[in-house]
DNA sequence: TAAAATTAAATTGTGTACAATCTTTATGTA
DNA sequence: TACATAAAGATTGTACACAATTTAATTTTA
C-alpha cells in the first residue's frame, strides 16, 4: 500500500489511512490532481510555449535555441557528443542541424579523423545570434517568477531525478 | 545585470561580482549548465520514456494514459473539458481520441444538447483498463525515487509556474 | 589480415504538440 | 427574424521526439 501511496498528494488528514466511507479511494492513485508527473510535463510544455516568443526574434525554437547554447560554448562539436549534452539522438539532431544550417548559423561535414562522425562548427551568422539571444535568459526568468531559493530547490530536485537515468 | 543573472546558478564565490579573469562571463547565462529550464524539459522527457515502458502493457502512450485518467474519473467530457484539464488543444486531441476510439476505450459523439461538442465517453474496455493502471503510479513512483518532502517542494513550485500562465 | 562486432548518422514510421485556418453550430443583437 | 459574432472541433502544416532499421566506417578479435 505505500508504493501505491507515494504518488499521492499529502492526504488531507494526514493519517495516510483511506476514509471508509469512500468506495473510489482505491483509485485516488489515478486521478489527475493526485500525480506529480502531470505538472511537471504540463510546466515543461508551457516553458518551451513562452520560449517561443522570446525566442521568435532569433529565428529560433526552443530545441535549436538549446543546440545553439552548446555550439555558441563550445563551438565545434560532433552529432553524438551533442546528442549526449541534450539528450537527443540522431533521429532528432539529424533534421534539426539540417535546419540550423539553412540558416547559416552552422555547418555540417565528416570528421577527417573519424569520417563515421559529424562535426558541426558554428558560423560567423552563428556568433551574431549569441549577442541577440543575452537578452533572452532574463526575460525567461522573470516570466517563470521563482524566488532564488525555489530555483535551487527545484534544480536540486531535478537533477537528483535526472541522476538515476 | 540582476535580472540575467537570475537563470544562474548559485554563484561559486557567492558574492554575485563575476571574475575580472574571464572575459567569457558575460555569456555564463547562455551556458547550458546555468539553465534552469533545460533540466525540466529534459526530465519531464525522461519521464514520458519511463512511463513509455510502463504503459506498454496497457497499449497506451503517455498522453493517451492522462487521458483516460480523467475519463476514470469522470466518465464523460467534452473535448474542450479534455483540453483544458490536460492543457491540449483539440489539434493534439482529436488524432489522440480517434486512437483510443479506435482501440475500443472510449466513444465519440457529437453531443445532443450543443451539436458543437463532441462527448467523450469511456467504454467497458476502458474502465478494464483501470484495474491494470492500478500498479503505474507506484512503478512510476519508485522509479522517480524521491523522498515525500521533495515530491511535495516539487509540486509547490511547479504549480506556482503554473500559475502563471 | 579477414570476419565479426561496434559505432555514428541517417532514415523510416508513429505519435505528440501547437499555430493557423476552416466548417459547423449556437448565440447575441439590431 | 436576418446577420454578425462567437464557440467547438477538425484539418493543415511545421517541428520535435524517439524506437527501430539501415548504411558506412572503424575497431576488435579469431
Chains 1, 2 share one sequence.
Not at 552529432?79 to 539553412?102: I, R
Request: glycine share 6%; net charge positive; proline share 2%.
Amino acid at each position: 500500500m505505500a508504493v501505491l501511496q507515494v504518488f499521492f498528494r499529502c492526504n488531507k488528514r494526514g493519517d495516510g489511512v483511506a476514509a471508509k466511507s469512500s468506495q473510489a479511494d482505491k483509485y485516488d492513485c489515478l486521478r489527475l490532481e493526485n500525480q506529480l508527473c502531470f505538472p511537471l510535463y504540463a510546466c515543461a510544455k508551457e516553458i518551451v510555449r513562452q520560449y517561443k516568443s522570446q525566442l521568435a526574434g532569433l529565428d529560433l525554437t526552443y530545441t535549436q535555441y538549446i543546440a545553439m547554447m552548446v555550439l555558441w560554448e563550445h563551438k565545434s562539436v560532433t552529432v553524438s557528443e551533442l546528442g549526449n549534452k541534450l539528450y537527443l539522438d540522431s533521429g532528432t539532431l539529424t533534421p534539426l542541424l539540417k535546419k540550423l544550417e539553412q540558416k547559416g548559423f552552422v555547418t555540417r561535414c565528416r570528421c577527417q579523423e573519424d569520417e563515421r562522425s559529424v562535426c558541426v562548427k558554428i558560423t560567423e551568422a552563428g556568433e551574431e545570434l549569441k549577442e541577440k539571444a543575452l537578452e533572452v535568459p532574463g526575460k525567461m526568468c522573470s516570466c517563470v517568477g521563482l524566488s532564488d531559493e525555489e530555483k535551487m530547490c527545484l534544480e536540486r530536485i531535478l537533477k537528483k531525478i535526472m541522476g538515476r537515468f
